[in-house]
């Protein structure tokens, strides 16, 4: 079968299709928008019916629903779970959009909207493609899952019992998940890994009352002072974390996984005019691409005690407070590394200073090797496409989900994306590149026709 | 003239003047009272003439008004300044007072009042004092000056350009001062050292907006990390302060001098108690007297940047903000050492950090040598009304107008103090105790009768 042409074929109809989808403002953090929420949830239902699929199942949970549907009629061969989600983020400002946010408008080849590449857009090439796999007809190159929850931009509440609780009936041989980026036009991705996450709050109290700094200044412990001695011990001064055991779960980088990463050429001088930056600045030994995606990090986000306000308090505080994440990699445990750090703060705990550790999030990083042969399957299928081989990249954020699914399902997990770095998503004017979107749906099929 | 008859003959009538004043709401931060801080000041100056002083003067200012009298006839004699103020500080919280704070009450000995102790009441002793001089007939023992301000709890703002200007017209042998304490009921002391101030703030900028801590996380600077790392190095491990060149102008304790500060019996385990600390603190191989009398201080009075909300936030900080302040003593200058720990905060600012600096405030210390004929003098009548020596302290405290009053005019200024230091000055329940009121004037007119 010529997929090409039968997806030029039928362009217009499935963009009305994506369109009518995105139309439904499926924003999950919002609670007034719980029915719209609902309403995606049936209308991609709906679709999948219409696409051949079977036992279609809208799941309930506390949250918003789970869609789930299967097509199991390639006896012997394997089994592809594709995983998305059909919820979106919130659209503010809204003023600053060209277009409303759920009035979607091609204009340039892209398609503008919330919801266009992150990750309706993204997602409805896997409904397409499977619907083409069908309609072709016997036999089958593989057998199918989708599961696509509506919570991915809230955390994935529901989604991580859900995999547990039905493990089995999700059983597959690969995920594949189109919900990462390309390295530029024409350049495609392959992520081989995301960061873990941990986080904490450090709060610090002395004296009962804040003092003044007259009458006890030199006599009694500050609490800002003792905060930030503690925060300054966290790295050392070649920017590496001095938490003791903090690296040991962390692989070190081979000369061929440096190599796989200098392929994503990088402009450090263009990164410093964009972000207005003197210097970028990292662990010592690292490149940026290294630093941001194949190596732990440990960031203070927030921090506050005494006197904020116009001029001089002449005051000792009496609290302090600051919230710390990590991203993490490798084997790095998110528990682990949180008591490594608490073990930290209580062995540097200056006199005087009573220390309270909340620890909060926790996700498990992701890796896969570059040579899992599905990994070297989906490299081959983008070449063919877009004439050139894919670059392996590590991602420096966090998607917990895909960690679960990998381990819970004992799968290798094919992060095949197809959107553009500055398609602004989470942003106003998100918009999804259709070139990518006539390139997505036939790099897909050659996929699943090849493994 | 028996001093002691006289002034128990008068007790009542002292007392019900002394009332009469108090009952007037001088609030110099509170515009709603300027009429009062001005009734407050002619108040005075009517008082002043009544008691037979001569030149009595209610000087205007852009604030409050500056109050002069003089009484010049012991040709031959030394002149004697008495500075004071007649403003008060605001009442807030009012429902904490046991009484109203401007309806005096004597209870148990003790008069209560905004302006009991801080300082109407203690000036008062001065009023009656020479009252009881000029009553007495030549030859008097000394010629006297008073300058009273109405801004002393906003910083004497006018008054310090008014004493540059009329420095001839204030000339004077020695400046006597009754606004500080004794060490306990029956224990008195005089300060021969109050600390200078200086304070900054100290900004830092990082990127042009926040950035996600996972894309760019471990690439980029933190301006909570660099801000963290340049507070952390005005330390070191023992306490003392960083900063090169910041102990250049403090003077070595002398075994004399520590040995005085120790007669103020200090007992730490109960400060810790009375402030629920864990720990005193402060720099290393001095006592907690010393630290917070003779030796100078850098407190980090606030702070602020970055995420303070609930919850966790994956955010790196392009802004951080500190203020500073010093406690000065000996010989420092607030302008040296400012410029020290600017040069100090460029010479550490790591890699990609933008820091700002705002110099504010400048005071320099007051320190006088307790062997001055003059403080061996006052004790001497401290010692003949109370029976016992006092201790010549150091204050941790900062009233920048002793030290303008002992540089601009060259004499030695005298701090003699009748307050004690539960009488919470600046809080509900002001009071003075009346057994400070009856010695304060003996020890006043017998000082001024031993020059």
């Excluded at 994440?325 to 540097?348: A, F």
């Excluded at 998503?425 to 493994?451: M, Q, R, W, Y």
Aim: glycine share 8%; aromatic share 6%.
């Amino acid at each position: 079968m010529d997929y090409k042409a039968y997806f030029e074929q039928r362009r217009e109809e499935h963009l009305n299709q994506l369109k009518e989808w995105i139309s439904i403002p499926s924003i999950s953090a919002l609670s007034e928008h719980k029915e719209d929420v609902n309403r995606a949830a049936n209308w991609l239902a709906e679709t999948l019916k219409k696409a051949g699929l079977e036992n279609v199942e809208v799941h309930q949970t506390q949250g918003h629903p789970i869609v789930y549907a299967d097509h199991l009629h390639a006896p012997g061969r394997p089994t592809v779970l594709v995983y998305g989600h059909y919820d979106v983020q919130p659209v503010d400002p809204l003023h600053l959009w060209e277009t409303p946010p759920f009035e979607p408008q091609i204009r340039d080849n892209k398609l503008y909207a919330r919801g266009a590449t992150d990750d309706k857009g993204q997602l409805f090439l896997h409904l397409k493609a499977v619907e083409a796999l069908i309609q072709q007809g016997t036999p089958l190159p593989v057998n199918i899952k989708l599961c696509i929850e509506g919570e991915e931009e809230v955390s994935s509440t529901n989604l991580h019992p859900f995999i547990d609780t039905y493990k089995d009936k999700l059983a597959a041989d690969v995920v594949v998940i189109s919900d990462t980026e390309l390295l530029a036009p024409g350049k495609p991705a392959i992520s081989t890994g995301l960061r873990g996450l941990c986080s904490l709050d450090v709060s610090v109290r002395t004296a009962k009352s804040d003092l003044h700094s007259g009458t006890f200044g030199g006599g009694v412990p500050n609490a800002l002072h003792a905060l930030v001695s503690l925060l300054a011990s966290l790295h050392d001064e070649k920017g590496r974390i001095a938490v003791e055991g903090f690296y040991d779960d962390v692989p070190d980088l081979t000369p061929e996984m440096r190599a796989e990463l200098a392929r994503k050429s990088f402009d450090e001088e263009q990164q410093k005019l964009t972000l207005d930056l003197d210097a970028l600045y990292g662990e010592e030994g690292y490149s940026y691409v290294e630093r941001t995606g194949a190596r732990p990090t440990l960031e203070i986000n927030g921090m506050y005690g005494g006197f904020q306000g116009e001029g001089t308090k002449t005051v000792i505080p009496c609290q302090a407070h600051a919230k710390i994440t990590c991203r993490l990699v490798g084997q790095q445990n998110p528990q682990d590394i949180l008591d490594k750090i608490e073990r930290h703060i209580r062995s540097h705990t200056p006199p005087g200073a009573r220390v309270t550790v909340t620890q909060r999030e926790k996700g498990n990083p992701f890796t896969i090797d570059p040579s899992t042969p599905l990994l070297q399957k989906a490299a081959d299928a983008y070449e063919r496409v877009y004439g050139t081989r894919p670059v392996f990249t590590k991602d420096g954020g966090s998607i917990p989900i895909v960690e679960a699914l990998s381990r819970v399902l004992s799968v290798p997990v094919v992060l095949m994306g197809f959107g553009l770095p500055d398609e602004n998503l989470h942003a106003p004017n998100e918009h999804f590149h259709l070139e990518n979107f006539d390139k997505g749906l036939l790099t897909i099929v050659e996929f699943l026709n090849s493994i």
